[in-house]
């Protein structure tokens, strides 16, 4: 078995580990998303700076709402996205922060700075 493979006694959601493979390709895809979301905020900033001296240009307070909406939730991406591959880094990627046990290999492919387990992200949300 290589050390890579966490074995699991009873099957269930938590039975397919993660390989050497899928962490490679996960950390390239963790990657991609970190250049893209810094070329948007980058894009952002120029286009906010560009219009920051046309005071009847299209932007209008609506648009300038969702610029910053936008803006936020590209950030936290990207703060999700650094995180993932810093404990990809320090080995803890794949386990929940709450229970402790692997977040589901499955969740993650789709999900790839994934913090929770299915289990505990619907308990997270709930709670909202």
């Known amino acids: 078995m290589s050390p890579h493979k966490v074995s699991r006694q009873a099957a269930g959601p938590y ?27 980058r894009q952002f900033a120029a286009r906010s700076t560009s219009r920051s001296g046309d005071a009847h240009g299209p932007s209008g307070p609506g648009q300038s709402e969702v610029r910053v909406q936008l803006v936020a ?48 992200q619907q308990v997270r949300e709930a709670a909202r």
Do not use: K, W
Not at 20 to 35: C, S
């Open 15 to 41: 039975d397919a580990a993660l390989t050497p493979d899928d962490l490679a390709g996960l950390r390239e895809n963790l990657y991609e998303q970190r250049l893209f979301r810094r070329e948007q905020l």
């Open 73 to 120: 939730s590209a950030r936290m991406v990207l703060a999700d996205v650094e995180a993932a591959l810093a404990r990809m880094d320090a080995g803890t990627y794949g386990t929940c922060h709450l229970c402790r046990r692997p977040v589901e290999r499955e969740r993650l492919l789709i999900v790839p700075q994934a913090r929770y387990c299915g289990r505990c």
